[in-house]
C-alpha cells in the first residue's frame, strides 16, 4: 500500500528557508506515469498546487511561487523534496506531499508549517 | 490558467436528504475532472475522477457527471460522514492544476 510521510520543521522564522521531504512507502518513486509533488492549505482555506516532479526529473511549478521554490528527488532513499525560499507569514499552511496521476490519487497526511519569529 | 469555481460555499443539509455540488472551469476541461472530500484534519481524498468514474472504496451513494466547463457531484442520501469539504480539480491544461475553492457540505 502507497504511503507517502511528510517531515520537517514545524515553524520557519520569516524571510528563512522552508525545506520538507516526503519519504514514499510501498512504491517506487521511479515508477513511470507519475508526477510526485506538494500541495498547501493555509488554515481554513482551499489547497494550491506548488509543484511537481516527474520520474524523470522534470518539474513543472505554479507560477505564482516559481521564483521561491524547488523541488527534488533523491531515487536512492525514494523521497523527494521542498524547498521554498524567503518564506511569510502568508506561506502559513498544511503542506501536503502528493501523488499525481492527473489527478492527486494519494497524499501525505500533511505538515503543519507555521512562520514566525 | 483554467479557473474552477465552485457553489454554492456552504451547504446546509439534514442527514438522509440528496444534494449537488456544482464545479464550473472558466475554459473547457471535457472530462478531464476530480472531485475531492476533505475532513477536518485529514488530507483531501479523491471520490471522482474522469468526471463521473468513482475511485476505489467510494460508496455509490457518490456519483458524478458533466462535461466541458459545468459538473455537479450528487450525495445521495447524505450520511453523518459525509459532512465535509469538497473540492474539484481540473488536470486537462497543466500545469498548473487548478482546484475549486470548495463547497462546505454542513449538518442543518
Known amino acids: 500500500q502507497l504511503q507517502l510521510q511528510e517531515s520537517g520543521p514545524g515553524l520557519v522564522k520569516p524571510s528563512e528557508t522552508l525545506s520538507l521531504t516526503c519519504t514514499v512507502s510501498g512504491a517506487s518513486i521511479s515508477a513511470s506515469n507519475y508526477y510526485w509533488g506538494w500541495v498547501r492549505q493555509p488554515p481554513g482555506k482551499g489547497l494550491e498546487w506548488i509543484g511537481s516532479?516527474?520520474?524523470?526529473?522534470?518539474?513543472h511549478y505554479n507560477s505564482s511561487l516559481k521564483s521561491r521554490v524547488s523541488i527534488s528527488v533523491d531515487a536512492s532513499k525514494n523521497n523527494f523534496s521542498l524547498k521554498m525560499t524567503s518564506m511569510t507569514a502568508a506561506d502559513t499552511a498544511t503542506y501536503y506531499c502528493t501523488r499525481l496521476y492527473s489527478w492527486f490519487d494519494t497524499w501525505g497526511r500533511g505538515a503543519l508549517v507555521t512562520v514566525s519569529s | 490558467e483554467i479557473v474552477m469555481t465552485q457553489s454554492p460555499a456552504t451547504l446546509s443539509v439534514s442527514p438522509g436528504e440528496g444534494v449537488t455540488l456544482s464545479c464550473r472551469a472558466s475554459?473547457?476541461?471535457?472530462?478531464?475532472l476530480a472531485w475531492y472530500q476533505q475532513k477536518p484534519g485529514q488530507p483531501p481524498r479523491v471520490l471522482i475522477y474522469d468526471a463521473a468514474n468513482r475511485a476505489a472504496g467510494v460508496p455509490a451513494r457518490f456519483s458524478g457527471s458533466g462535461s466541458g466547463t459545468d459538473f455537479t457531484l450528487t450525495i445521495s442520501g447524505l450520511q453523518s460522514e459525509d459532512f465535509a469539504v469538497y473540492y474539484c480539480?481540473?488536470?486537462?491544461?497543466?500545469?498548473?492544476?487548478?482546484f475549486g475553492q470548495g463547497t462546505r457540505v454542513e449538518i442543518k
Open positions: 516532479l516527474y520520474f524523470s526529473g522534470s518539474t
Open positions: 480539480q481540473q488536470y486537462d491544461d497543466w500545469p498548473p492544476w487548478t
Open positions: 475554459h473547457n476541461v471535457y472530462r478531464n
